[in-house]
């Protein structure tokens, strides 16, 4: 069974309080499974600041290489918000208030009883051209440019928004994973698992190591497109183990 | 006053496992921290998977950008473990076992009963001429090359070998912090804090939205290098949230 090759994705992570410690990245690990689930390929993370022109070109960059692009962060109502603008320049597009987004946060603010500043109406900026992705937990939108998919920083929106996104998208086929858990540390394991690796080309073989600060496991992780091919792989991985735990029934990295 | 400029860093974390969510990075957030403190700027994170031509191009354009590059994860036993070998691609080196890598894991091993297996030997590889950073954990060690510190991906050993690092790196003038919990959503404080940040150049003045479900406030973070200029811009903040209490004791996003 031969697939399509699968789409390339890549995230960008905005904002200064995450390259200082200050905030701890939620949003990350969370696409990282969506996309697994969707059979995309994430092939690559970028966290960077509240930098327009750094943005700009980190943008055009991931957004030539990969098939989509997901950014989180720097689109609120405040001065260090600038992703939109950001997102812009680098299209070569103008930016204005999007009329859907006046609208939305104008009913919104006006049923909460709350002025409209003109802070809130930064929030309705977006580059010309761009689809609104909604926000149902506070209203101010997202937006899609081409394959560009612009979206909040707090987890919670975040994860709202990219739940919106998720149904546009053309699922691929999803990566079959099979994890084996392993009582064996990883130096036992090396050598026997990179021949298995070299005989199974079609599967990804991984080995993560656990350590409970006395003693090593390790879980192994195949990954195919292949349902035969990943089998084959798993069965092979389990005759392995079988082997070694007869050779030598202790355990240690 | 006027300080020398900040050494700029730039992390890589390394593996296919962060890329597919099936783990989720803990050691960025930490660096991130500790640079901080260290008064170094963490300007970029990239994350990418175990692909060696990836890992060596990627490297070499953050070594050649930044002062310093920490990476995570790659530097196991087994055959998905690349980023050695990625490194000592990057800079042209051969790569070859380290004499005192193999002093340290064979009295380890032995010290355990264990074998002494090719795969554990793989972790004594390094490009010619790396200085060893010690891992007190797992033994196994982490190693510098010019302006590169590779590390282990697994917190505990990640952790403790940059503690090691640390220690060796130069101090520079942390930049001091304030941070000035605020009751309104930025919707309301977006226009005043804009002008506010206008006026205290000197001052990188952030603010970050809290939503707890219901109801949103914002933390206000100031940022300098420069005493004069950060009490003054954090006394500006505080007569700006007065003035808002006073106007309107209500919140909202």
Known sequence: MTAHPAATAAMLAIGDELLSGRTKDKN??????LLTLAGIDLKEVRIIGDEPH????????????????FTSGGIGPTHDDLTADA???AFGLPIGEHPDAVDILSDYYAGRGL???????RMTRTPEGAILIENPVSKAPGFRVDNVFVMAGVPQIF?????????TLPAGQAIRSVAIP???GEGDIGDPLRSLSQSHPGVSIGSYP????????TEIVLRSRDDRALDSAAA??????????QARPATAG
């Open 87 to 89: 997102v812009a320049a």
């Open 115 to 121: 002025e409209f500043t003109a802070a809130r109406r």
């Open 28 to 33: 990350i690990g969370h696409l990282a499974e």
């Open 210 to 217: 656990k350590f409970d600060g006395d003693s090593y496991s």
């Open 54 to 69: 750094f943005i700009a070109d980190t943008l055009n960059t991931l957004r030539r290489s990969y098939d989509y692009v």
């Open 159 to 167: 994860q709202a928004m990219l739940g919106n996104v998720m149904a």
């Open 182 to 184: 392993c009582p064996f």
């Open 236 to 245: 092979a991985v389990s005759a392995m183990l079988d082997d070694l735990r």
